[in-house]
């Protein structure tokens, strides 16, 4: 299956924290749109993995993606080495998307980072012939995407554009919400974390009403892109 969009993630939850508006967005524009999971989120101080994998799921049914994998990369250990880097180049040659998010390369998270640095160097590489992957045994094709996009998380930056996410906004949280093991819940009796107070949640919202003002717009989520960006103002003129 050739995709539209393929999000990469250190952890479940990563992608729909920092771009869920916008992958319901594009969803809801019949856009097939993949996410993949570097690490189970094992080392995560509450809930499991596998309550996690199956919150993932349940997220990416809300957001109608087409496919969620994991590649089971050791969470807190994302190295860039070549099996971490040659599983990334097979799942974009597999999918063969126009465009590839990633976390943005600089953040709070070591693992974020990481997975920033090792898909832009896959992303590059995917167009070598000469880097050779196999799925099933069948040779795969060299492929480079068009461009490589990243989204925020817990450190800001200037971003390169802003998506309005004001339609697809209440689906996020939904999607958000999903991992109920990771967020406040009043009936939990796990260890607080950093993103289990309430405030956290209140954050999410804000920063979305933050980039929506920017906009002109209720809420929206910022990307940054390492490359210029070519924008046709006429389709603004004739909206």
């Known amino acids: 299956m050739n995709l539209d969009v ?30 993949i999971d570097l690490t189970r989120g094992e080392l995560g101080t ?7 994998q199956k919150e ?7 957001l109608k993606v087409a496919v969620r994998e994991n590649l089971q990369i050791p969470d807190g250990d994302i190295q860039n080495n070549k099996e971490n880097f040659l599983k990334i180049v097979m799942s974009i040659r597999k999918y063969r998307p126009g465009i590839i998010f990633a976390p943005y390369f600089q953040d709070r998270h070591p693992d974020h980072s990481d997975t920033a640095n090792l898909v832009k160097r896959a992303m590059f590489s ?22 490589l996009f990243y989204y925020m998380q817990t450190y800001t930056f200037e971003p390169t554009f802003i998506v309005d996410i004001t339609e697809s906004f209440e689906l996020k949280m939904k999607a958000v919400k999903s991992y ?14 950093f993103i289990s107070r309430p405030e ?34 006429t389709r603004l003129l004739k909206s």
Do not use: W
Not at 126 to 145: H, I, M, S, W, Y
Not at 221 to 231: R, T, V
């Open 6 to 35: 393929l999000i990469f993630g250190a952890h479940p939850d990563d992608a729909e924290l920092s771009m869920g508006g916008t992958i319901a967005k594009l969803t809801s524009c019949n856009f097939k749109v993949g996410l």
């Open 46 to 52: 509450r809930g499991t993995a596998e309550t996690r």
């Open 56 to 62: 993932a799921f349940q997220a990416a049914i809300l």
């Open 126 to 147: 995917t167009g070598l012939p000469k880097v050779k992957t196999f799925d099933k045994e069948v040779a795969q094709e060299a492929f480079r995407p068009q461009k």
């Open 180 to 193: 109920s093991s990771q967020f406040h819940n009043p009936k939990s009796t796990e260890p607080e974390t």
């Open 200 to 233: 956290f949640i209140n954050y999410i919202e804000s920063r979305a009403k933050f980039y929506g003002f920017q906009i002109g717009k209720h809420y929206g989520e910022p990307f940054f892109c390492e490359e210029k960006i070519e924008y046709d103002f």
